[in-house]
């Protein structure tokens, strides 16, 4: 009787033990899929090259202009306002809006839908662990690295700026950053929905990419800019600008990114293994 009474006590600590030690084995799994692989060094080259560049293509915008359209654009280039700290803000906003999201658009693809795509998946999920924490997971790794890489290159996009113009904006364009973030939510989470769906790579990443270009679309529509998220995307030049910003495009935008984020695990768990 006694080995009766000892041993399901043992299972129930092995399993409890087992279970909080999932999630951390999970991120640390991730986050290496995202490090240790081509992802890393593709969103810190991106941010590195716009980083740097932004300020400088600011600055001497009217020249470059000049030298590429020669005389039929000097008139053009001549209008150009006197570049300002402002000018430079602008630019990675412009920059991250532009080239940055289609490298996060890619990345999150990938990461959506790799270990699906090639079966790897169930080396995890039947080893008794939980198909939303694999989930969340991947979403919080594909959302805090390229987020972590972004604060990282503007706070030397921020320092380039200073050094070129004597003077900075840095509660602007930190909080113009946050907004940018919800854009980036949403992408990624466009990718989760379609990577889960369909075991694809290609088709995670492609949907992240239409995602942001249909954004990009819907924000030039001035009637949905106070509450589509899509006007997010003139919210952060607003904020540089020192402009006041109405909440419902963000509150808006991470709902829908919830949601979506939300969808993704559902059908994953309802997926035959």
């Avoid at 008139?75 to 602008?90: E, G, M």
């Avoid at 390229?146 to 921020?158: D, E, F, S």
């Avoid at 113009?176 to 990443?205: D, I, R």
Wanted: charged residues 10%; aromatic residues 8%; hydrophobic residues 55%.
């Amino acid at each position: 009787m006694t080995p009766q009474t000892t041993t399901a006590p043992c299972r129930t600590t092995a399993s409890r033990t087992h279970t909080e030690a999932v999630f951390p084995a999970l991120l640390r799994k991730d986050a290496e899929e995202i490090l240790r692989t081509w992802r890393l060094p593709l969103l810190a080259t991106a941010a590195l090259l716009l980083a740097v560049s932004g300020p400088f293509i600011a600055h001497y915008l009217k020249e470059i202009v000049q030298t590429l359209g020669g005389a039929e654009l000097a008139a053009i280039a001549d209008t150009l306002p006197k570049p300002t700290y402002s000018t430079a803000h602008a630019q990675w906003i412009k920059d991250l809006n532009q080239v940055f999201l289609l490298v996060v658009a890619i990345v999150s693809g990938s990461c959506a839908a790799s270990e699906l795509s090639d079966g790897s998946y169930l080396f995890s999920l039947t080893r008794h662990v939980p198909r939303w924490k694999f989930m969340v997971s991947k979403i919080l790794c594909a959302l805090l690295i390229p987020a972590t890489t972004i604060v990282i290159a503007t706070i030397l996009n921020v320092a380039i700026t200073f050094a070129i113009y004597g003077d900075v904006q840095i509660l602007q364009i930190f909080y113009a950053l946050l907004t940018w973030f919800v854009v980036m939510a949403l992408v990624v989470a466009a990718a989760f929905l379609v990577g889960v769906a369909s075991f694809s790579q290609v088709g995670a990443a492609g949907a992240a990419v239409g995602t942001g270009m249909l954004l990009q679309v819907l924000s030039t529509w001035a009637p949905a800019d106070s509450w589509n998220p899509a006007g997010i995307l003139k919210q952060a030049d607003a904020v540089l600008a020192g402009q006041s910003v109405a909440p419902q495009p963000v509150i808006t935008g991470l709902s829908i990114a919830v949601v979506l984020f939300g969808i993704a695990i559902a059908v994953l768990q309802h997926k035959e293994l």
